[in-house]
């Protein structure tokens, strides 16, 4: 069975700084291309960061470069998501999804982790 | 980027069909053929309904359809079932390496 399990959200103040990761299960990691999305609290999803399968190629949203690295692991079949300089634009529940190449869709997605940016 | 424009609601009752709209441009929807749709229910992870305009992954019912003329997308859910009610978002390439989501559409069984 296919599992994505997140973690290492939670309450940061603003300008600070976060490491999401992404555990990854039932199926060979490094044969998937990967992303993050998030969602803020009663809002739409925004794809945040993408990354190719062997971890040489990344892409990130205009409102993220900068302050954001995407990493991956697949001797650890996990996904990372580096955040830095936080701001209460950032605060949403980061989601990690699967993407078959060249699908430029995600067909499967873990529960979120919640990153709230609050003094 | 711009989000694609969804209606915010869309309705029917069992057994109907209902088609939700997701409007872009030229340089995301209209220029590629990479459009998905996705169900979330409360409280719950995205699903992948539909990806390449019109394709289904494994285990998506035939009743969950997709179709695109120029720079409109749509979905289409035949024969409506309670389990249905949920948010709808499509999504798109955008082209320079970008995705676009469009703001989603909470459908209602009446």
């Known amino acids: 069975e296919v599992q994505l399990v997140e973690s290492g959200g939670g309450l940061v103040p603003p300008g600070g700084s976060l490491r999401l990761s992404c555990a990854a299960s039932?199926?060979?990691?490094?044969?998937?291309?990967m992303n993050w999305v998030r969602q803020a609290p009663g809002k739409g999803l925004e794809w945040v960061s993408y990354?190719?399968?062997?971890?040489?190629?990344?892409f990130y949203a205009d409102s993220v470069k900068g302050r954001v690295t995407i990493s991956r692991d697949n001797a650890k079949n996990s996904l990372y998501l580096q955040m830095n300089s936080l701001s209460a634009e950032d605060t949403a529940l980061y989601y990690c999804?699967?993407?078959?190449?060249?699908?430029?869709?995600?067909?499967?997605w873990g529960q979120g982790t919640l990153v709230t940016v609050s003094s | 980027q711009s989000a694609l424009t969804q209606p915010p609601s869309a309705s029917g009752s069992p057994g109907q069909s209902v088609t939700i709209s997701c409007t872009g441009a030229s340089s995301d929807i209209g220029g590629y053929n990479y459009v998905s749709w996705y169900q979330q229910h409360p409280g719950k992870a995205p699903k992948l309904l539909i990806y390449e305009v019109t394709k289904r992954p494994s285990g998506v019912p035939d009743r969950f359809s997709g179709s695109k003329s120029g720079n409109t997308a749509s979905l289409t859910v035949s024969g409506l079932q309670a389990e249905d009610e949920a948010d709808y978002y499509c999504?798109?390439?955008?082209?320079?390496?970008?995705?676009?989501f469009g703001g989603g559409t909470k459908l209602t069984v009446l």
């Open positions: 999504s798109s390439y955008a082209g320079s390496n970008n995705l676009v």
């Open positions: 039932g199926f060979t990691f490094s044969n998937y291309e």
């Open positions: 990354i190719s399968s062997g971890g040489s190629i990344v």
């Open positions: 999804a699967r993407e078959p190449h060249d699908w430029n869709s995600f067909d499967f």
